[in-house]
């Protein structure tokens, strides 16, 4: 359907990234958007990830290949209120269950709306009416409602990059019912897991959403309907095997390889972030070194972590502790000829990365809570299938849900991560190759191709919506 329609795609995201020469960029969104645009091309439209005082202008436009990308700036208190604050300060946690961390302000959630309002009418400056746009993420959920009031009538579809919490704990959040209401003005709404789409249906019994489910993935809303339903993102596994394949002959990954010398490398790729279970994985790994000494002058743990939200203090806090974690356990199992953990705290490009997944016998991807993971994915399509690595993945990663012939473990119990990955160390080749065989179908599958067709599909067969519920 989508191959025959010449509407234009508009994609909406909070930040906008420029393709880097090495495609050194670290982000699920930006990676998957990227990847969705590359074929068929369409607008990019977001924040430049600049600040300025004056107020900003026109989309800027610049075209590369067959992208426009079009951005707008924010200034310091946009960033600090709408960015840094109520989108993660509080709609980050609460979507990873993580309630702790919640730190809302009246401030933060104001400039939430404002910058929602900014998006609707810079991007308004540049829509037509045949359009079909697509928003992303859980920093523009009151956009489409924004345009709506504003008299557009395109079709705007949303997706959320990150888990969907059950009412229950989306209740914690001041100004979880205008979230609701808004997100009711989509024509479709997306999620990664049939676990999302569960929780985001245990709100529409809730008063403070005048919606009703009409089918598994048709909810009746103010008088005409709207589509939630399971996109599961994918990745470009012809791209991966590629590069994976290209980077074997490189001098970085040459050099990385002799300088394991013979050792089994376990790798873990996350940006530096309280979700993606860092901490308890390096004390997963200090329980795996002192429960099975033999193996441990046999091992390297590469832990990748490019910074990300530096400046706000809970992400300050889990770099230095990460900084302390891993210092403690080299400082307790070094020998003068090996290291056990190496700890890198940069990002590295993209080909390099893909040629140490290949090269890696096992991958660690143990969030203690994720939207789907695309390393998982990144990891089992990276492999040597005559030879390939295994996954020990956590069960609380929307991953698990398709890649289910990993090792799948607690991310919280340090002995079931600590015999998770030995088991993966031990595992028959036979056995690798089966499991890896079942994953990269499932990856062939719902690959990222998949996931933009069928979401703009789904988007595109939309017949009538009714009044939109409104802003105030
Ligand atoms: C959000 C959701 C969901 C990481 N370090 C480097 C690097 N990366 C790349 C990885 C991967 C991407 O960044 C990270 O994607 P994830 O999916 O693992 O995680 P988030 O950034 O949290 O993404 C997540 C995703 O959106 C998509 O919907 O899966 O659940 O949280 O592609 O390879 N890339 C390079 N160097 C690095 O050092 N080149």
Aim: one cysteine or more; aromatic letters at 8%; charged letters at 25%.
């Amino acid at each position: 359907m989508t191959d025959k329609s010449d509407r234009r795609l508009i994609i909406v995201s909070n930040r906008v990234a420029m393709p880097r020469k090495n495609g050194a960029a670290a982000g699920g969104l930006t990676v998957g958007i990227l990847a969705a645009l590359k074929d068929q091309g369409g607008v990019w439209f977001g924040w430049n990830g600049r600040l300025t005082d004056r107020e900003s202008g026109p989309p800027d436009i610049v075209t590369r290949d067959n992208i426009d990308f079009a951005t707008i700036s924010l200034n310091q208190a946009d960033y600090e209120q709408y960015y840094n604050g109520y989108s993660n300060k509080v709609l980050w946690p609460v979507c990873h269950y993580l309630l702790d961390f919640i730190q809302y302000d009246a401030a933060d959630f104001d400039g939430y709306r404002r910058v929602n309002a900014l998006f609707a009418r810079k991007l308004a400056s540049i829509l037509e009416p045949d359009d079909i746009i697509w928003v992303h993420d859980y920093h523009l959920i009151p956009l489409a409602a924004e345009l709506r009031a504003a008299g557009f009538d395109n079709p705007i579809g949303f997706f959320l990059h990150v888990p969907f919490p059950s009412y229950e704990a989306l209740r914690a959040v001041p100004g979880h019912d205008y979230l609701l209401r808004t997100l009711c003005a989509y024509d479709v709404i997306g999620f990664h897991t049939p676990r999302d789409l569960a929780a985001f249906k245990t709100c529409l019994s809730e008063p403070v959403v005048d919606a009703e489910p009409l089918s598994d993935n048709r909810v009746a809303v103010a008088g005409g309907e709207l589509i939630a339903d399971v996109f599961p993102i994918g990745v470009d596994v012809d791209d991966i095997v590629e590069l994976a394949g290209k980077a074997q002959g490189s001098k970085k990954l040459r050099s990385m390889v002799e300088s394991l010398n013979g050792r089994e490398l376990i790798i873990g790729v996350d940006r530096l972030d309280y979700s993606k279970g860092l901490t308890q994985r390096l004390l997963s790994y200090e329980r795996l070194l002192e429960k099975y000494p033999n193996a441990q002058n046999d091992l390297v743990l590469m832990q990748i972590a490019p910074p990300t939200r530096t400046g706000v203090r809970t992400y300050d806090e889990i770099r230095s502790e990460l900084e302390q974690t891993s210092g403690r356990i080299n400082g307790r199992f070094s020998e003068a000829d090996w290291v056990p953990i190496r700890y890198l705290n940069k990002g590295i490009d993209r080909k390099t990365l893909m040629g140490m997944f290949r090269h890696a016998a096992v991958g660690v991807v143990t969030p203690v809570r994720d939207g789907m993971n695309l390393v998982a994915k990144e990891y089992i399509a990276a492999q040597d299938p005559a030879d390939p690595g295994v996954l020990v993945l956590s069960g609380l990663a929307g991953a698990a849900c398709e890649l289910d012939q990993a090792i799948i473990v607690n991310p919280y119990d340090r002995d079931e991560v600590a015999d998770g990955i030995a088991h993966a160390l031990n595992m028959p080749l036979e056995e690798r190759r089966e499991r890896h065989a079942s994953m990269l179908a499932t990856l062939r599958q719902n690959d990222i191709t998949a996931w933009r067709t069928r979401f703009v599909d789904a988007l595109l067969s939309r017949t009538h919506r009714g009044a939109a519920p409104g802003v105030a």
